[in-house]
């Protein structure tokens, strides 16, 4: 039972490159979520989703895009890479949104240098 | 502003010994609680919800305490494999947006 799986593990980008971040679940979860984690912070939301061909903003959007075109899939764009967003970023998924149940993918780590 | 507070540690504990580390919320709308635990460069996973009247599984004890808007975690007899980062998280509402993760507090159980 794969979970939910990210790639890459790892990246390193220049500035100004893009990239997608691969996020998919296979436990038939409506909500899917992307996190980004800086060291010795929190956990903070970038984007959500609550079933497929539906997206919304968290707290921290700017600079990604998602897209939900299937409930297993949920990419995040990253356009015009900055170093600010060198960071870890986590994929997670749940069968509901108002639960504390997430299951976490393993992370990208990605530099922007 | 939701906020989510945690002593950051870190805590260095004797293994075999009890260890207990507090969690306050500021946004008294917060209905549900959980403790996640995070180790070094890997994903989190929750390791158990955290409910009004506390609640234990195994060697851990989770409690709230809703006027002084705190939770806590309690782990008794503490393995050299209890050493991580606890993750405080609470749900305010809302929906899918609602979860605010504290930013840890980093455990080092010492043989």
């Known amino acids: 039972n794969a979970g939910v799986t990210q790639t890459p593990k790892f990246r390193i980008l220049k500035i100004g490159q893009s990239m997608t971040l691969q996020c998919a679940q296979d436990?038939?979860?409506?909500?899917m979520y992307w996190y980004r984690q800086d060291p010795g912070m929190g956990l903070k939301l970038i984007y959500y989703s609550v079933g497929a061909g539906i997206t919304d903003k968290g707290e921290v959007p700017n600079g990604y895009n998602v897209s939900r075109s299937t409930t297993e899939d949920f990419p995040l764009r990253l356009e015009l890479a900055a170093p600010s967003q060198t960071s870890v970023y986590f994929c997670?998924?749940?069968?509901?949104?108002?639960?504390?149940?997430?299951?976490f993918g393993s992370g990208t780590r990605l530099t922007v240098v | 502003r939701k906020e989510v507070e945690q002593d950051p540690g870190p805590f260095n504990v004797p293994e075999g010994a009890t260890v207990a580390f507090n969690c306050t919320y500021s946004n008294s709308a917060s209905q549900s609680f959980f403790w996640y635990r995070q180790d070094c460069r890997k994903e989190p996973k929750l390791l158990m919800s955290v409910y009004s009247s506390g609640n234990e599984d195994g060697r851990f004890t989770a409690q709230l305490n809703r006027a002084s808007q705190y939770i806590s975690l309690l782990i008794r007899d503490s393995k050299l494999s209890d050493s991580a980062t606890y993750l405080c998280?609470?749900?305010?509402?809302?929906?899918?947006?609602?979860?605010?993760f504290g930013k840890g507090t980093h455990l080092i159980i010492q043989p």
């Open positions: 436990m038939n979860h409506n909500y």
């Open positions: 997670a998924s749940s069968v509901k949104g108002d639960t504390g149940g997430y299951t």
């Open positions: 998280v609470a749900y305010s509402g809302g929906g899918a947006d609602g979860l605010t």
